[in-house]
């Protein structure tokens, strides 16, 4: 079976940066990754990567920035006040979550100032070239139930519990 939309695939994937540092590795956390083709899972970068590959299919893939997490953007670099934070010890280099205008996004702290702080809202990857290793392990047609959440589900999951939980 090949990978197409409405398949769940299963792989394990190795994240580097463009001097071959690893950001992430699934095979070293011992957990695939487990995503529903055609629904916006992962990066459309990678989607058309995977297309019409089969299990055991092993393949690298580099990323631009602009297919990745963007370019970095200067903009989104700015000073807030300091009672902004809910935390009085902050120091450069954390990270926390925020509400963003399309949904939840990380802040870092650059700067720490008396009365400001200096955050950057860029992904922390932006700008970066991004390489994958993939190894796909299986692919299989989704559920009812994956395609109406338009995600994998855990195995064994009730149809009828599934419909009970949709968010309003």
């Known amino acids: ?45 990678l989607e058309r990567a995977l297309e019409g590959q089969e299990a055991g299919a092993q393949l690298s893939v580099t990323l631009m920035p602009a297919e990745a997490y963007g370019l970095r953007d200067e903009a989104l670099v700015r000073e807030v006040g300091r009672h902004a934070f809910p935390v009085e010890d902050i120091a450069p280099g954390m990270r926390f979550q925020t509400p963003g205008d399309d949904g939840p996004e990380i802040v870092t702290v650059l700067e720490v100032r008396d009365d400001a702080v200096v955050i950057d809202t860029n992904h922390p990857l932006a700008g970066q070239t991004l390489r994958y290793r993939l190894e796909v392990l299986e692919v299989r047609d989704a559920t009812r139930a994956e395609l109406a959440k338009g995600h994998p589900l855990p195995p064994g999951t009730d149809p009828g519990e599934v419909e009970d939980k949709k968010m309003p």
Not at 23 to 45: F, K, T, V, W
């Open 1 to 45: 079976m090949t990978i197409a939309p409405q398949r769940i695939v299963t792989l394990h994937y190795r994240l580097s940066d463009q001097d071959d540092s690893v950001l992430d590795d699934s095979h070293a956390r011992g957990q695939p990754l487990e995503y529903l083709h055609g629904h916006g899972n992962i990066m459309a970068g």
